[in-house]
């Protein structure tokens, strides 16, 4: 990390076998490194030419979202349907709405 801004981890779950929950693992991991610095990619190819499900994808994002995995990016964009687009918009909307609020600044007191 002392060479580079980012870096991109495959987490291509539908090609190796692994659960979609296996994404917390990864995060916790990944946590000594900073992980604002990491970006997770959800890999959409399963075996046997398969697509990983909608359902399946949602798992593993929400199990980085459990991870503090801020960055995602989903690939390919051409294996994407409208189940996958509804299920990232859902947890994105998920995270947004759990994001913790800022404190308000307090003013000085007056002299």
């Known amino acids: 990390m002392q060479h580079a801004d980012r870096l991109v981890l495959w987490n291509y779950f539908g090609l190796n076998g692994t ?5 917390r693992d990864i995060a916790q991991y990944v946590q000594r490194y900073s992980a604002d610095r990491i970006i997770i990619s959800y890999g959409l190819w399963a075996d046997r030419n398969a697509v990983v499900s909608a359902a399946d994808l949602q798992r593993a994002m929400i199990a980085g979202k459990e991870g503090n995995l801020p960055h995602a990016w989903i690939t390919p964009v051409r294996l994407m349907n409208d189940d996958h687009w509804q299920a990232i918009t859902s947890v994105w909307r998920t995270a947004v709405q ?4 800022a404190t308000p600044l307090r003013s000085a007191p007056d002299r």
């Open 19 to 23: 659960s979609p929950e296996y994404t």
């Open 98 to 101: 759990r994001r913790p609020t």
